[in-house]
């Protein structure tokens, strides 16, 4: 089956620590994009990526980084720096042309404590 | 800016018709997408418009208007399970990137 697929659904991590959430689509997709959602509030872009191996930053860059090493794989890591990391966090993947629809991954719930 | 403005809330009676408002900035304007969310999921593709006019599909329809910078979702027959935030999502020329709206909590009673 084709999806999108991120892991965990749910990751606790201690204040001061990097975590790293995964991200991968088997859809064949170019672009991949990395959202954050807050109670309330819409779909914030913090990271995309149109090719292997480039990235852009979106409007919430700060405190995070990602990789694009592979067509497959989009991971984000959430580091010290970013000041309120606690999050629901969407992966999704789409088509490079415009007008194409965006599939989200099923979200990971970050809890710093 | 590019600024999607959408309510926050409403509550409809099950078997009702509800009309989702969007507006966008139009300057530079590709298109628009409706998603829904239901509460903790991904949000999943419900419809995209980049001419003026109603695309209806099923119980749901959505409609553009380019010179205005409007959109809305009409919803029909609202069933239990349309409980749900319906997000609106521009795109703009010169990159696939999507700027969302707040969203819109649906809130379907019986």
């Known amino acids: 089956d084709g999806g999108i697929t991120q892991s965990p659904k749910y990751l606790f991590r201690k204040e001061g620590q990097n975590v790293t959430l995964s991200c991968e689509q088997n859809?064949?997709?170019?672009?991949m994009y990395w959202y954050r959602q807050d109670p309330g509030q819409g779909l914030r872009l913090i990271y995309y990526?149109?090719?292997?191996?480039?990235?852009q930053k979106g409007d919430i860059a700060e405190g995070y980084s990602v990789s694009r090493e592979k067509k497959e794989s989009f991971p984000l890591t959430v580091t010290s720096a970013q000041k309120n990391p606690t999050a629901f966090y969407l992966c999704?993947?789409?088509?490079?042309?415009?007008?194409?629809?965006?599939?989200f991954g099923p979200g990971t719930r970050l809890t710093v404590l | 800016g590019q600024n999607i403005d959408q309510p926050t809330e409403m509550t409809a009676t099950e078997g009702a018709i509800v009309q989702i408002n969007c507006t966008y900035q139009?300057?530079?304007?590709?298109?628009l997408f409706w998603y829904q969310q239901h509460a903790g999921e991904a949000p999943t593709f419900l419809s995209y418009?980049?001419?003026?006019g109603l695309e209806e599909k099923g119980r749901f329809s959505s409609f553009l208007s380019r010179s205005k910078g409007y959109s809305y979702l009409l919803l029909k027959e609202l069933q239990m399970k349309d409980s749900a935030s319906y997000l609106c999502?521009?795109?703009?020329?010169?990159?696939?990137?999507?700027?969302f709206g707040k969203g819109n909590q649906v809130v379907v009673i019986p």
């Open positions: 990526s149109q090719i292997v191996n480039d990235f």
């Open positions: 999704a993947s789409s088509m490079v042309t415009e007008g194409n629809e965006q599939f």
């Open positions: 418009n980049v001419l003026d």
């Open positions: 859809l064949n997709h170019d672009a």
């Open positions: 139009t300057s530079g304007f590709n298109g």
């Open positions: 999502a521009v795109s703009f020329y010169g990159n696939n990137r999507l700027t």
